[in-house]
């Protein structure tokens, strides 16, 4: 059992579980989990099933999308980056740093309101950040080649490309093509196979 800080929720992967293709990705993301908790707090192993809180959870998705998405050659530079919001602290996808993504390291860049998304290959727009100012940042997104990633509800409504979904047990994804596309960006057939809902097939 992975128990993170004092504030732990049980998230299990049991949507991942569609059989032996999938299970490169399960169980990388449940490594991964084990990593991004380790290097943030006091850990206790004492069984196979984690127990972690939202953010790392969150942490081990986008670096899975990351892995599983297809960019424009013209899309990078020397890192591929994960952009998100100043607050709130978000410290788990500090785990990711450094990691290889692409083909190359990835990086870090908390951003404010309004700042230039130069060099952001993926936009991650928590709840926290109110639907209003969600909506601004896509609109200041819309066209470039980046992945916009969000846990606020009725995010593909707006315009997301994929929302993580919290029933409080489980943390799935839904994906939305049509923003996808136009902005030449593609994703996996795996990940679109384990997907909780992709729309715009």
Sequence with gaps: MIVFHSFSINFNIAYLSAGPRFAKIRHFIIGLIIAIASTVGPTSLASAQPIASEQTLTA??????????????????????????????????????????????????????????????????????????????????????????????????????IQLNNDGKNLSFSINLKYARRAGIKFNAQLLQIARQVRGR
């Design 60 to 161: 081990a998705f986008l670096y899975n999308f990351l892995k599983f998405t297809e960019w424009p050659d013209d899309a990078f530079d020397s890192e591929v980056t994960i952009c998100t919001s100043i607050k709130p602290e978000f410290e788990e996808l500090d785990a990711i740093l450094g990691r290889i993504a692409q083909n190359k390291p990835v990086s870090i860049r908390r951003i404010a309101y309004n700042e230039s998304l130069n060099s952001c290959q993926l936009l991650f727009l928590p709840r926290e950040e109110g639907i209003q100012h969600i909506h601004e940042w896509l609109s200041a997104a819309a066209g470039k080649p980046i992945l916009t990633v969000s846990n606020v509800n009725d995010f593909l409504d707006a315009g997301g490309m």
